[in-house]
């Protein structure tokens, strides 16, 4: 009996609680701002948080990522006309939070510091450690590669085969040499003029490291630290040796590269898990069953196979009238088993919450992958991601940089040294970094 009235006696707290907490948000609208794709994916949950807090109303604006990264600094900065919400990809948030305008939600993200992957805080924190954006999804970096490429040079096809044999990057640079010499395709993409795109995979290299741009405890530039010019050094081989093609990237000769099955067909990509669906949903589609997935490769053995591209956050700017609507809308959308979940099955955008991955989902046979269940592979990656020095509040000025000397290094007009020197030099004058 006591039991009986406990129960009761909580139940009729917890009633009270949340239904103040509702009528608080009474006749509440907020703004959201994201591109086509994204809200699209949002759309999926929608109704059921409209179903949850009916009192708040949602109006999302579709915006490309371009305007958004025009529009919201302006309206951060003149303190009007931003959106009460905005969801922002990681290579740019750490900007807005250095710009400010933001609103500190240190406090609110407590509950799930231990649920969300560990790296993504770091892309939110300001200098003091004060967190403005809760994380969506995230973008482990994996090795794509075409099995019957691989079979046809004489080598295994089966994942755990593939990611023995290609344990290191200098295993890996064996393997596309005996690729290119038994079967003629090219190992993989790599275009000399569009180091601008290209150029991921050095930062992809750097990020398993914990390397980067700058040190990611000092601030301090480190693009030209031995390390650095020695990966530059390394993705070089590819070039002198014509182990890549030289299409550009996101053109139709590069979008041929991994949907043709004759002689054009390159036989790896290293990108992150939302690769994966692109090219099973429009870049590829006619190639279902012949890739897999495969760690990427670590640059010494032992080392971390892990690292990241993408993904992306919410933020609520400091403009709303109704911060507490704000936070409810994410919250729901982002740490809730249920919403991920939902939008995974839907998108295949990895979640930042590591509490769904042992949910079915992840364990499903994908045929595009040769019934490998891929998604497993994303939620093991993700986990090992370090923190490194990638996305900077500069970075869009650093990557452009460092990607002006790549280009220089790929021609043949500096050695990786002095294009890494000259870059890291016009990065401290830029800057004023150390």
Sequence with gaps: MFRTLRSGLLLLALTLVLGTGISSLAATKITVWGWKAAMDVVRQVLPDFLAAYPDIEVEIVEISPADVYQNLPIALSAGVGAPDVSLIENSHLSQFV??????????????????????????????????????????????YYRRDIFEAAGLPSDPEAVNELISTWEQFYAVCQAI???????????????????????????????????????????????????????VGRFWENNLVSDEQAWTEGWYNGFAATDQSAVATFTEASWMGVFLKTWIAPGTSGLWGVARMPAWEEGGVRAANDGGSAFAITNQGPNPDAAWTFIEFLLARNESQLKMFAYSDFLPSLETT??????????????????????????????????????????????????????????????????????????????
């Design 98 to 143: 250095d710009l400010g305008g933001l609103l500190d939600i240190t406090d609110r993200v407590q509950p799930y510091m231990e649920v969300m992957n560990d790296y993504k805080w770091a892309d939110a924190r300001d200098a003091a450690g004060r967190i403005y954006a809760l994380p969506w999804d995230s973008g482990p970096v994996v090795t």
């Design 180 to 234: 290119v010499a038994q079967t003629g395709h090219m190992c993989l993409p790599l275009n000399k003029a569009n180091a601008n795109n290209d150029y991921r995979l050095l930062e992809m290299i750097l990020w398993q490291r914990g390397l980067g741009y700058i040190d990611p405890a000092t601030g301090a530039v480190t693009i030209d630290s031995p390390e650095a010019i020695a990966t530059l050094e390394f």
């Design 357 to 434: 991955y042992s949910d079915p989902l992840f364990y499903e046979a994908d045929p595009f992958f040769g019934g490998q269940p891929a998604r497993l592979v994303y939620a093991q990656v993700v986990q090992q991601i370090p923190v490194a020095g990638i996305y900077t509040p500069e970075y869009n000025e650093m990557n452009a940089t460092v990607s002006a000397e790549v280009q220089a290094f790929a021609a043949g007009q500096k050695t990786a040294a002095q294009a890494l020197q000259d870059a890291a030099q016009r990065i401290r004058d830029l800057t004023g970094r150390p």
